[in-house]
């Protein structure tokens, strides 16, 4: 099967003004079920992994990875990594069986942290275009015999 090398447009997002942080709706899922929870993510290029809050790993029951310290500007945590997909609203691509590490954000306005793991997976870019900004996360394909972060649905 020949698959088409397109690039895919995950992710996109507009601003009036520059962006000082980028923050989009995505699916976190829990892997080969339906049960999912939708919640805002912070795009960080300062982020090595992505994280999902406890609440959300809780809420889907998603299966423990093992555990790893996280440090942030204040301390050190050690923190319990779950397997779960990430995907965008209405998307047919998804990053599968991602490893997130299970956080507290503490009053954010996001549930999310998407890190450097997913963001170097594909291309991150935000664009001016004269009246506006513009964010987009666009992945491309692999040939069959490539290994992959993400999975194309095929339903």
Do not use: H
């Amino acid at each position: 099967m020949d698959i088409k090398r397109e690039a895919i447009t995950l992710f996109c997002a507009e601003f009036k003004e520059r962006p000082r942080r980028i923050i989009t709706r995505i699916i976190v899922g829990k892997p080969d079920t339906d049960t999912i929870s939708v919640c805002n993510a912070l795009w960080d290029t300062g982020c090595t992994d992505t994280c999902i809050s406890q609440a959300i790993a809780d809420e889907l029951n998603l299966e423990e990875y093992g555990k790893k310290t996280m440090s942030d500007m204040t301390a050190d945590r050690l923190c319990t990594f779950y397997i779960a997909d990430i995907r965008a609203k209405n998307k047919r691509c998804y990053f599968s069986e991602e490893r997130c590490g299970g956080i507290d954000f503490d009053g954010a306005d996001y549930e999310a942290i998407i890190g450097m793991d997913v963001i170097s997976a594909g291309s991150f870019s935000l664009k001016y275009d004269g009246k506006k900004w513009i964010f987009t996360f666009s992945v491309c394909p692999q040939k069959e015999n490539e290994k992959s972060l993400f999975k194309i649905l095929m339903r």
